[in-house]
């Protein structure tokens, strides 16, 4: 027996209670989310055709339009009329398609010879049929001045796999710089734009944050390749390549020929922010390479007194969002085309640190904003949770500092998230509010996002909500990945070039997300506090109200493999009334969503009656075993 208090609606559920994190992990935005196809653009890779095969005469050179991306290519004459000159582009994991719709070509070009010609076709190069083209544009390229030239070729197909290749035709030269190929349809339509699918399941989520753009990105595994967000605004074709610190995770994934293009920036990462109604939470390098790969090396770091440089950028990037058009970076949003401001509230300083190292160069961060910025909340970091002493440690230092909200880390199996339905209870209530930044839960020895992890996912999420008074935000850990590009999992959604499909932890999400609610409703379990634990026969429940309809929402997990009948008092509500569920249940602990099956764990909707009690409305139900409803 459940009681529902409604009379008095409790702490506030923050609107950025249930949101999101984008990290730039297993192929998340160059061949995922991003909506470029083409791999190495602008021969900016080390090896300065990786991605590319290259025929008859083509030459590299570097003296090009843009001064941070100088390669480009010369494409001459192959030297017979029955040889050919150009370059085909392998995309990522292949370059998709799909049927009926239209993709942009850009390039800049010149024809040192004041006119040239390309052929630009999309290509099946395995076919056994009798063309590998299956759609082909001509592209006339005048001048002897780089410009940029826009051709669009529509697919008669759906292909996962094509290429895109490019012909010379005729024997007039022609150089090449920035060769890229976009879907028109990207998501809000935009040039440099978002794959549509990919951002519509996040906008679908509802998330109330977006926290960008890492995680250990952020850090670099050495400072070299930290990620830099100056670096990443501005003309797209200007932008310097990365590294990619997640290259290399494990030998038995990895990927030489992961970098980032950064063509989804800092500027992008407001813009989709914006477009999914979701705060934008930027995490910036606190000076210090990541720890995991850097115990203890204390040159591994910036040393505390060269900090300045780390400082004024993460000084300017609050002026990049917020300034106005006057202003040195205000003026270079207003160039990208975002006049008005981006309105950020949040800013993240450090991700995964711990220990003195830490503390030192977090203080001088938090003195800098303070005294510039004093409106803005400032998210500093506690370390990972399985640092235990260290963990502890973090949260002092952070509490000492007075940082607005403290961003911890848990991937931990089955056993942890069962029994720890009262983490939250136990936090001091004085101190900063709390940012779950990533977690998720890690089935030990079983397979990765199958239904019984992101079901014990949404019995310890009650316990976020219940103490929504200093749980103030929760992202799940990490976002996206390729389903042959990753290098950790499990992942919130996965997809090849032209599907996708979402986890069950994702459905998990998204059914927190839509039925938040806005303030919390206390409950009771058999007359007991609710205990969040295996103790309460495998229920985990919790309840908030939404005040503006007066909606009570009421979420209860059965994590027994017995159906349990349950009974919900809502004292305050009376008579018969008729409740909306949400359920997502499934009798394989190990099924999951796949590309083929997307659909196969999914949440169903429905309705029941509710009685009029003595006293109260009551929800008489029975819960199958292993379920997730909402009512
Ligand atoms: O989410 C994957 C990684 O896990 C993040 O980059 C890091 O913060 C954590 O260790």
């Keep these: 027996v459940m009681d529902v208090n409604t009379k008095k609606a409790g702490a506030t559920v923050q609107n950025t209670m249930y949101g999101l994190f984008f990290e730039d992990i297993n192929y998340a935005a160059d061949g995922g989310l991003y909506g470029e196809l083409v791999k190495n653009r602008s021969f900016e890779f080390p090896q300065s055709f990786m991605g590319w095969q290259t025929f008859g005469n083509v030459t590299l050179k570097n003296d090009g339009p843009f001064e941070r991306c100088p390669h480009y290519v010369e494409l001459g004459y192959a030297g017979h009329s029955e040889r050919r000159t150009g370059l085909v582009n392998e995309g990522y994991f292949g370059i998709g398609v799909i049927e009926g719709e239209e993709y942009r070509f850009t390039v800049w070009a010149k024809a040192p010879k004041g006119t040239a010609r390309i052929r630009v076709q999309l290509i099946d190069a395995n076919t056994m049929g009798e063309r590998q083209d299956f759609a082909t544009a001509k592209l006339d390229v005048n001048g002897t001045e780089w410009k940029k030239y826009e051709v669009r070729i529509k697919s008669p197909r759906t292909d996962n796999k094509a290429s895109l290749r490019i012909f010379l035709d005729g024997k007039n030269p022609v150089a090449l710089e920035h060769i890229s190929l976009f879907p028109v349809n990207t998501f809000k339509n935009r040039e440099n734009g978002m794959r549509r699918d990919i951002a519509q399941a996040l906008a679908d989520m509802h998330p109330g944050v977006l926290r960008f753009p890492g995680g250990c990105i952020v850090e ?100 990049f969002a917020n300034g106005d058009t006057t202003t040195t970076w205000g003026k270079k949003r207003a160039e990208m085309g975002h006049p008005a401001p981006f309105n950020l509230k949040f800013i993240a300083v450090g991700n995964e640190q711990w220990g003195d190292f830490y503390f030192v160069r977090m203080q001088k961060f938090v003195d800098a904003i303070r005294a510039k910025y004093p409106k803005i909340q400032i998210i500093g970091t506690s370390g990972p949770d399985s640092e235990g002493k260290n963990f502890d440690l973090g949260w002092e230092a952070m509490k000492r500092q007075k940082v607005d909200l403290v961003d911890e880390h848990f991937y931990r199996p089955e056993s942890w998230f069962l029994t720890s339905g009262l983490r939250y209870e136990k936090y001091d209530r004085k101190g900063p509010k709390v940012f779950a930044g990533e977690y998720a839960c890690h089935g030990k020895g079983k397979k990765w996002n199958h239904y019984e992890t992101s079901l014990y996912e949404a019995a310890f999420m009650t316990d976020l909500e219940r103490n929504a008074d200093i749980v103030h935000m929760a992202t799940y850990a990490p976002m996206l990945a390729h389903v042959e590009g990753w290098q950790w999992r499990p992942d919130l959604i996965w997809y090849d070039n032209v599907r996708l499909f979402k986890s069950v932890s994702y459905y998990v999400q998204q059914m927190y997300a839509m039925n938040k609610g806005t303030n919390v409703l206390t409950m009771t379990m058999d007359g007991q506090p609710i205990a969040g634990q295996e103790g309460q026969d495998g229920l985990f429940a919790s309840s908030v109200i939404d005040k503006p309809s007066g909606t009570v929402i009421v979420k209860v997990i059965n994590t027994s493999k017995q159906k349990q009948p349950v009974s919900i008092n809502l004292s305050g509500i009376k008579g018969e009334r008729k409740a909306e569920t949400i359920t997502l249940t499934c009798t394989d602990m190990m099924a999951e969503n796949t590309l083929d099956e997307p659909e196969k764990i999914v949440p169903q909707e429905g309705s029941l009656n509710c009685e009029a009690g003595k006293k109260n409305t009551v929800i008489n139900d029975e819960i199958a075993p292993m379920t997730f409803r909402i009512y």
């Design 220 to 319: 670099g595994e050495c400072l070299d390749n930290r990620y830099q967000w100056k670096n990443t605004i501005g003309p797209v074709e200007n932008r310097p390549l990365n590294r990619n610190r997640w290259e290399f995770t494990f030998e038995h994934r990895y990927y030489p020929d992961y970098f980032q293009s950064y063509g989804l920036g800092f500027f992008e990462f407001f813009q989709l922010s914006e477009d999914i109604g979701a705060e934008p939470l930027p995490v910036l390098n606190v000076g210090m390479a990541c720890q995991y790969q850097n115990r203890n090396n204390e040159k591994a770091h910036v040393p505390v007194d060269e900090l300045d440089p780390y400082i004024q950028d993460c000084l300017d990037l609050i002026e």
